[in-house]
């Protein structure tokens, strides 16, 4: 282990650019890594690394980390339609503990000291790093000099120019982090309760008029086709997701809870995932019972605030991930979903598994599968233990 090797996580934003000057400044041994959940083309990780180089750091690392987030988070979001406070498909929160684990097995690699990122003091970044780092490599310290510094965007730019790094204070405005599962936007409006974020604030744009129909396929709960094309889910995504979001579906500006206690807003896109988890949804009312249903949201609901609060290494996330598993053996058909500009609209479903079937009846027209009578004996029974109650406490 050497007593000057940092490794830096690493996004070329401005936060981790001022880091990689300031660790350097401190006589430190930078290695930049930067993880890709799938939020980064080949061009824009060439960039990055460039940029790395030129910021003086002695080695820089790309990880590739999209299947792996896929396979071990996403599809049990999707499996339990998970939005936190019914809004936000944890977009950037879901992909920090994937990033963590990567960096920290990277660090321990290398034989690295130190870990740095660039989190503030105020959100939850730091505690999903954090958390993550003292788990698997306890015996590596964390730098943090955005947070231990307190240090405001302006003087980060400032501190750059010095360097010979300007940075106009228009392109740090707004702090943008891209993933598989969506894409976060925070900027001057979030840090207020009632302005929105501007049209420019989103980083994809509309550019289509009029509507379309797209179909979803599913298969086991996972999302396996598009239009009638068989595609691996991660493809299938990023290809829905190129669809959907010239329409600039999948906008919103989430409100939660952090996890130090303070309240925070934040604007997202991600029109892949919504449309995702509504036509998955959707599928699930036609092929899931009533009660499977209500403790699939129960349980859900859990996994995505334990996620959303750094615990994914919480021996009871695996336990949950095997009960939205089996819950999805049936979850498997055909989505029908109408695009329009800002918003779409889930048609219908078609599926082998699909429970409404007209054989035992059809809601409000016929019961073909039991009688009238046999419908007052049941809500006579049904009745008793109300009946009893209130003529005993009338």
């Not at 053996?329 to 479903?349: M, Q």
Request: a negative charge; proline letters at 2%; hydrophobic letters at 35%.
């Amino acid at each position: 282990m050497s007593d000057k090797k940092v490794v830096l996580a690493f996004s070329g934003g401005l936060d981790t650019t001022y880091c990689a000057f300031y660790l350097q400044d401190k006589g430190l041994d930078v290695h930049t890594v930067i993880v890709n959940t799938g939020g980064f083309s080949e061009a824009e990780l060439d960039e990055t690394e460039k940029r790395a180089f030129s910021y003086g750091v002695s080695s820089h690392k790309c990880l590739e980390e999209t299947s792996n987030f896929y396979e071990q988070c996403l599809k049990y979001l999707i499996y339990g339609n998970v939005l936190k406070n019914n809004t936000y498909p944890l977009s950037v929160s879901a992909e920090r503990a994937f990033q963590a684990l990567a960096i920290a097995k990277y660090a321990k690699s290398i034989g690295a000291k130190y870990i740095a990122h660039g989190s503030t003091g105020a959100g939850n970044d730091q505690v999903r790093f954090d958390l993550i780092f003292q788990i698997i490599c306890p015996d590596i310290e964390i730098i943090t000099p955005i947070r231990d510094n307190k240090l405001s965007r302006q003087q980060e730019i400032d501190y750059l120019a010095t360097k010979g790094v300007n940075i106009s204070w228009e392109k740090a405005k707004y702090s943008i982090n891209k993933g598989l599962w969506g894409t976060s936007v925070g900027g001057d409006e979030t840090l207020t309760s009632h302005l929105s974020l501007p049209e420019s604030a989103f980083p994809s744009q509309v550019e289509k008029e009029g509507s379309e129909e797209v179909e979803l396929q599913f298969e086991n709960g996972e999302f396996v086709g598009l239009n009638g094309e068989k595609l691996d889910s991660v493809a299938a995504i990023f290809k829905l997701n190129d669809i959907a979001s010239k329409y600039g579906i999948g906008r919103d500006v989430h409100v939660g809870d952090t996890i130090i206690g303070i309240k925070g807003r934040v604007g997202f896109e991600a029109a892949a995932p919504v449309i995702i988890l509504k036509s998955h949804h959707t599928l699930e009312k036609h092929v899931l019972t009533k009660w499977q249903q209500h403790w699939k949201e129960q349980l859900a609901n859990w996994y995505g605030m334990l996620l959303h609060e750094g615990q994914f290494l919480d021996p009871v996330m695996r336990d949950i991930e095997v009960f939205l598993e089996s819950t999805q053996k049936n979850v498997t058909g055909t989505v029908k979903v109408k695009l329009a500009p800002y918003r779409f609209e889930v048609i219908g479903i078609t599926s082998d598994k699909d429970l409404m079937s007209s054989t035992f009846g059809q809601y409000g027209e016929m019961n073909n599968g039991w009688s009238g009578e046999d419908v007052k004996g049941f809500t006579k029974i049904l009745a008793n233990q109300s009946k009893i109650y209130n003529s005993i406490n009338s």
